[in-house]
């Protein structure tokens, strides 16, 4: 839950008489709904835990904190669990803001990462697919086998080029 104050939007606590926003030390008798998610990201390389908050969370779970809210105080779970199975194993680029930490207790002497999202990027398969070509292309040219076609993955496969209509 944030703060309804466009200019703050921090956390706020449930209280007896409302919400209350430690940032603007005013108590407000309703709040925003909002995302602040913690999911486990991971590719061929390595996995890690990652922050989704407000935008991102929606973009993530492709469902408004607000009306997720909603479902929820209705009781009708079946909905929810329905929303989170269908956005498993979904492929998304991500663009990530890292922070670095001294660690502490037996990790002491060694940083700690903290990941969190600005921004996710719906995969799409024909950008990435031809960014991977031109750079097997410019691969290639360093390897000294130049190739006119810019798109050598037409070559070998047996397909044809596509001309454009």
């Not at 449930?14 to 995302?35: A, D, I």
């Not at 990652?50 to 492709?62: I, K």
């Not at 031109?134 to 360093?142: A, Q, S």
Request: with cysteine; aromatic share 10%.
């Amino acid at each position: 839950m944030a703060c309804p104050e466009d200019s703050c939007k921090k956390k706020v606590i449930e209280e007896s008489v409302g919400w209350r926003c430690e940032n603007c030390n005013k108590t407000y008798p309703h709040c925003n709904p909002t995302y602040m998610l913690r999911a486990k990201i991971s590719d061929v390389s390595d996995a890690a835990y990652v922050d989704f908050y407000r935008n991102e969370g929606t973009a993530l779970m492709g469902l408004p904190a607000d009306k997720l809210k909603e479902l929820k105080d209705q009781g009708d779970i079946q909905v929810i669990n329905e929303a989170y199975a269908d956005r498993l194993y979904r492929h998304f680029a991500f663009l990530l803001k890292v922070r670095t930490r001294p660690g502490f207790g037996d990790n002491a002497g060694q940083l700690q990462y903290s990941y969190s999202c600005i921004k996710i990027i719906p995969h799409q398969y024909k950008t990435e697919n031809h960014m991977l070509l031109l750079r097997l292309n410019v691969y290639k040219e360093k390897m000294g086998h130049v190739d006119k076609d810019p798109y050598p993955s037409a070559k070998g496969f047996g397909l044809k080029k596509r001309t454009p209509s």
